[in-house]
């Protein structure tokens, strides 16, 4: 699929364009490109979109409209490559470490690295020129940091592009909530379905309102998402299959569903990665079988709770 080259001819054009996207280029010690989405530079909602975007490997089509229960914009996701744009890119499966750095990285570099277990399930692993990488934290990476990150890629540093956000920031919330597509693929791999037999998806969920720290905008966007997410995929299975994981799929099959992420996260010592991953799943899941022509809908948004959990009027 090329996933780092298409992300990379992405990142050209949006460096074309940091001015009107309100990002800033910094060209690394190491050599390593890191474009500040929302860590210094005030990024915006269309540096989201890219963000997003470059997230997918431009897999996908990102884009905000307005959300018919909130009062808020969604963000709204949709493939034709469902396990290649959220899983071997989108997901944030990488905990990057390094010293005293941290970030939940993202992107097609994971491919490139190759590092998790799911890439031994997924043929998606690849050793391109240009590695590309989204990191959510509050800091830009320092050059011991790009050296790390290429070098586990396959890649010099010079071919490194590394996208920064941290959580709150405008884009940095965009690039979260664009992840409920995400959600679902990555918990129909968690229960052992073929993602292969997903042939397109689509995703929508609301855009939470500005958090005053990081860690209020983690609570604010994956509530959003566990409470307020509509999916629909379509898929090529028998019926019987679907109707067996259709009520797995949603997050009010988790025991956890009905408390706020950010008390979630506290009882996890504010470790995200220590967070039940079968936790993470949209409001509301439809599953359009390709075969059958049949239609299942698992799950239900709560709008009323999702605005009470963001302090709506």
């Known amino acids: 699929m090329e996933l780092n080259r298409r992300a990379a001819e992405l990142c050209d054009e949006m460096l074309r364009w940091a001015q009107a996207l309100r990002v800033v280029v910094h060209r690394c010690p190491s050599g390593a490109t890191i474009v500040d989405c929302g860590v210094h530079a005030p990024g915006g909602l269309e540096a989201g979109v890219q963000l997003a975007r470059v997230c997918l490997a431009d897999l996908g089509k990102v884009e905000l409209a307005a959300d018919p229960r909130l009062p808020l914009p969604r963000v709204v996701v ?33 491919a490139a690295a190759a590092k998790e277990p799911l890439f031994e399930k997924l043929p998606l692993a690849e050793r391109p020129p240009r590695a590309v990488g989204v990191l959510e934290t509050h800091r830009l990476p320092p050059p011991a940091v790009c050296r790390h990150v290429a070098a586990q890629c396959g890649v010099p540093a010079e071919g490194l592009i590394l996208l920064v956000a941290r959580t709150s920031s405008l884009a940095g919330m965009v690039q979260v909530v664009a992840r409920s597509l995400e959600t679902a693929l990555h918990k129909l791999f968690e229960l052992g379905f073929n993602l292969s037999q997903v042939e397109a998806g689509f995703g929508a969920a609301p855009l ?47 025991p956890h569903y009905g408390t706020p992420f950010l008390e979630l996260l506290r009882r996890s010592g504010g470790d995200f990665y220590a967070l039940d991953p079968l936790l993470f799943g949209p409001a509301a899941i439809t599953l359009c079988n390709l075969d059958s022509g049949r239609v299942f809908r698992f799950g239900q948004i709560a709008a009323e709770r999702l605005a009470a959990m963001l302090g709506l009027p």
């Open 78 to 110: 949709r493939t034709d490559h469902p396990a290649a744009a959220c899983m071997g890119a989108q997901y944030a499966g990488w905990a990057l470490r390094l010293g005293d750095y941290f970030a939940m990285a993202s992107g097609p570099m994971r």
């Open 208 to 254: 939470p309102p500005p958090a005053s720290t990081d860690t209020q905008a983690m609570g604010r966007t994956n509530d959003a998402v566990l409470y307020g997410s509509e999916v629909v995929l379509w898929i090529r299975a028998d019926d019987a299959t679907l109707q067996q994981l259709g009520p797995r799929l949603p997050s009010q099959a988790s």
